[in-house]
């Protein structure tokens, strides 16, 4: 099973920007989906961020303000937050699927089997 760790959280002010990286290692599935999550105080975890089988997809909510990114040398799955929100406060969980064939969308939440133990993001006012 493949082993996440995720790190980059902190407390920032609005407007501002973090970058939070989720390294992979142990068995890493060929062709898999790796996701970013969060889960805001007192509410649901919800899926933010994929990328993986040559597409990456994002939440209606983060558009134009999240990046993801990953660099394969590096087993790191990167996601760039600009223009940082206080309703972005929240735990950011790196996830990944097993593996699966290119045509299968990155965008099944029921898909990411492995997490990591998540990383803090308060954004204040």
């Known amino acids: 099973q493949v082993h996440l760790v995720e790190s980059g959280g902190g407390s920032v002010q609005a407007g501002g920007s973090l970058r939070l990286s989720c390294v992979a290692s142990?068995?890493?599935?060929?062709?898999?989906?790796m996701g970013w999550f969060r889960q805001p105080p007192g509410k649901a975890r919800d899926l933010v961020a994929t990328?993986?089988?040559?597409?990456?997809n994002y939440d209606d909510s983060v558009k134009g303000r999240f990046t993801i990114s990953q660099d394969n040398a590096k087993n790191t799955v990167y996601l760039q937050i600009h223009s940082l929100k206080p309703e972005d406060t929240a735990i950011y969980y790196c996830?990944?699927?097993?593996?699966?064939?290119?045509?299968?969308?990155?965008?099944?939440?029921?898909?990411?089997?492995?997490w990591g133990q998540g990383t803090e993001v308060t954004v204040s006012a």
């Open positions: 996830a990944s699927t097993r593996a699966g064939p290119q045509y299968l969308p990155c965008t099944d939440t029921h898909a990411f089997y492995s």
């Open positions: 142990g068995y890493i599935p060929t062709n898999n989906c």
């Open positions: 990328i993986g089988r040559g597409t990456t």
